[in-house]
């Protein structure tokens, strides 16, 4: 039997139109994923613009004023453009509605129109690049954002629009999770991506306006110098750091719990052992996304703060440390004596606990106000927030994508090609960014397009590797794509790895339209590996 | 490919059970809107206190320079037009057409009204140059010891301007149902938007509730 001839969601309804007005979160899904993978490329090819130019001290391929658009773009391109609304976007819708037993997430015209909405918004970054680009760093920090003559309106604009398509897609989750589950789905038989998905989607819907606010402010400021930001005027430059850490440190949490619930699904199911602590990780959960509320102050221990809110702010950022400890903990206790395989899914997450726990442990020491005044916008700070954003976040995106391509479009990849792939990733990431850590720590500030010759040496290597990691996560991706070539087509079934979770148990691959042919009924827990057996459909 | 129990109310979204839970998921997801409008402004009320608390006299001061009578009859206006709206729902719960639309269209003019007042408040304070930031040029006895009294204006016009935003798309919102209920879209069976345009409507009630207080009544 081939479940590629049934009807599906990917080949009914047909044509252009029931695409673009698709209300299927599995198809509004596939649209976040690609816009996502464009604007990933997009942002890896300015990132390597800026490491080409750095192989050698001085101006070789762009100039100083080049090389400040090319840093604010890729990480705001990367930030607002891919890793925030396409990881929620793409694989949660996908997957949320499917893991819960539902038709569709609870609201799905207005799940299209966020999709509209941040096509919208990036517009208006796609017309910031075209116009010249913007030179402030992603921050936006005021006042050089009042002042600076580039296209600082139409991306804070972008990002304003994008917001809203944030806040939107939160809204339609949490409404998912709580009212969409199939009876006897309790919220401790959740899969645990699930839970991540609704720890994200909490945060999206609270810190969101918030920046959509600032972004007003700013943008009031610039054109009618409103002077809330302006000491000229008797406002207070630092007020804006304050408005935008608010949002953009839980923002950080938005970038990850999605990359944290990947992990909790592909550990247990490639391990094919029960997970390992449970409560603790959904709880822990929630626990980042609310004192991720309260740490913002942490950017700004060089920005005039007093001593007092900077131990308060330093005391509080180590508490992120205990639940985040208390999820790498149980993914490997998860793997002990359970039944490991080495797939590609697999192999992003183990890169990724290695990775994100250096970012993880090199984010105390930054949160140690000592330390971070020495460390403060230097390269340790760079490399930090890289092993946690790409080794954390885009690895556990990648293994997500391979975990669930199956699923998702009914054909399997190159299984060999992907794991020299994710080799390659793992290798040239640290290549690229652990000479950033001894960089830093040797006073190399971030944002400049030179330096002195003392840091040739590191910054070459630097180069070099992120030439690897560059192509190994081209070649990575192109593997996948190359699954969909008719002549390497091989039928994963419906469930390749044995997974518990209701999108592997009770519907094919690709799913069918309305997800289920009838409503799933909950047999066993999403990891009851010790009580049922569950057979994989694949094996290579 | 939709397959309707005919049972089932043409209200009712295939991907739903049944009414209840239709109900339930809109409701819920009304209130978590109303928290992510609630933080929207909560930023603004932290830019107040932030700049109340640096320049507390001038606060003070510059309030004087404000209408509190115009302030006092459009917290009034608001607060009527919470109430006919409340009586729009009580009235569709049950079915009575006529006097529902009458309670929107009531809330409708209520809220026209409020904007007019507004108006007048902001032409007048245009004319004698009580703007925010740069644009501030008011230089009446009143206000010449005033220290920075601009800030105080950018922080009025942006949060009463963003209120005043509201005012005019939840009189869009009303405007539709007036629309819809006259249509008979809208009964006691099936009223959920009116709810949650109730919902929304009594909020940007509650937020001047907040802001007259605020600017108008300090000192």
């Known amino acids: 039997m081939s479940e590629n001839t049934k009807q599906n969601y990917l080949n009914h309804p047909k044509g252009i139109m029931s695409w673009l007005l698709t209300l299927d979160h599995k198809r509004i899904g596939l649209m976040y994923l690609f816009s996502g993978i464009l604007f990933f490329f997009l942002g890896g090819l300015l990132a390597l613009v800026m490491r080409f130019e750095l192989a050698a001290p001085g101006n070789d391929i762009i100039s100083n004023e080049v090389y400040n658009n090319a840093y604010t773009l890729h990480g705001a391109i990367m930030i607002f453009l891919f890793i925030i609304p396409a990881i929620p976007g793409a694989l949660g819708n996908i997957l949320l509605p499917l893991m819960v037993g539902a038709k569709d997430v609870a609201f799905p015209r207005l799940n299209l129109a966020s999709f509209y909405i941040y096509s919208f918004g990036a517009l208006f970054a796609m017309y910031t690049i075209i116009n010249g680009g913007v030179d402030t760093g992603w921050t936006f920090y005021t006042p050089y954002s009042t002042q600076s003559t580039s296209n600082v309106v139409p991306m804070t604009l972008g990002i304003f629009i994008i917001g809203f398509s944030s806040i939107l897609t939160g809204l339609n989750f949490i409404a998912t999770v709580h009212k969409m589950r199939i009876p006897g789905l309790t919220w401790y038989k959740l899969p645990l991506f699930v839970w991540a998905l609704y720890g994200t989607s909490l945060v999206q819907i609270t810190a969101t306006p918030v920046l959509a606010i600032t972004m007003v402010l700013l943008m009031l400021e610039r054109f009618l110098g409103i002077g809330i930001f302006d000491p000229a005027l008797g406002g207070d430059p630092v007020l804006y750091q304050h408005f935008f850490w608010f949002y953009s440190h839980p923002a950080v949490y938005i970038m990850i719990l999605p990359a944290f619930g990947i992990i909790s699904e592909i550990i247990p199911v490639h391990s094919r052992k029960k997970i390992w602590g449970y409560k603790f990780i959904a709880y822990s959960t929630l626990s980042i996304a609310f004192i991720g509320f309260l740490v913002w102050g942490h950017h700004m221990f060089t920005s005039g703060q007093s001593v007092f809110s900077q131990i308060v702010f330093s005391f509080i950022t180590y508490f992120v440390g205990i639940p985040t400890g208390v999820k790498i903990f149980s993914w490997i206790l998860t793997m002990y004596k359970g039944q490991v395989s080495f797939t590609p899914p697999m192999f992003y997450a183990l890169a990724f606990l290695f990775l994100f726990t250096i970012g993880g442990l090199t984010g105390i020491f930054l949160g140690a106000v000592a330390l971070d005044i020495h460390l403060h916008d230097t390269y340790f700070v760079v490399a930090h927030f890289h092993y946690v954003m790409q080794g954390g976040t885009i690895v556990a995106f990648l293994g997500g994508l391979h975990h669930w391509w199956p699923k998702s479009f009914g054909v399997m990849y190159n299984q060999t090609i992907a794991n020299i792939a994710a080799l390659g990733v793992f290798i040239g990431f640290n290549g690229t960014f652990f000479p950033q850590f001894l960089l830093g720590l040797r006073g190399m500030p971030r944002r400049y397009a030179t330096y002195d010759e003392q840091f040739v040496e590191l910054h070459s290597y630097s180069t070099f590797w992120s030439g690897i990691l560059g192509i190994s996560i081209f070649i990575a991706v192109m593997n996948l794509f190359w699954s969909f070539i008719k002549k390497n087509k091989v039928d994963p079934g419906s469930n390749p790895w044995g997974g518990m979770t209701l999108e592997w148990t009770h519907t094919s691959s690709p799913p069918h339209p309305h997800n289920f042919e009838e409503e799933p009924v909950l047999q066993h827990g999403p990891y009851d590996y010790d009580k049922v057996i569950v057979e994989k459909t694949y094996n290579k | ?219």
């Open chain 2, 1 to 219: 490919m939709e397959h309707h129990n005919p049972d089932s109310p043409s209200h009712l979204k295939h991907y739903f059970h049944d009414v209840n839970q239709q109900y339930e998921t809109s409701k819920f997801a009304m209130w978590a809107f109303i928290l992510t409008e609630v933080l929207t402004f909560a930023g603004l009320f932290v830019a107040y206190i932030v700049y109340r608390s640096w320049y507390p006299d001038m606060f003070v001061d510059a309030h004087k320079l404000l209408d509190v009578n115009k302030g006092l009859m459009n917290t009034i206006v608001l607060i009527t037009s919470s109430l006919t709206m409340a009586l729009a729902i009580w009235a569709i719960q049950k079915n009575n057409k006529k006097l529902s639309v009458l309670m929107l269209v009531a809330t409708f003019i209520f809220a026209l009204v409020f904007l007019g007042i507004k108006y007048l408040e902001y032409s007048h304070k245009f004319e004698v140059g009580q703007l925010p930031g740069e644009f501030y040029s008011y230089m009446g006895p009143d206000a010449v010891h005033l220290n920075n009294p601009h800030i105080f204006f950018s922080i009025y016009f942006i949060m009463t301007g963003l209120h005043g935003l509201h005012v005019a798309i939840g009189m869009g919102l009303i405007a539709w149902l007036i629309y819809s209920t006259q249509k008979g879209n809208l009964t006691s069976e099936y009223y959920t938007p009116m709810e949650m345009i109730g919902i929304f409507w009594h909020l940007v009630d509650l937020i001047w509730i907040y802001l007259f207080p605020l600017f108008y009544l300090i000192g």
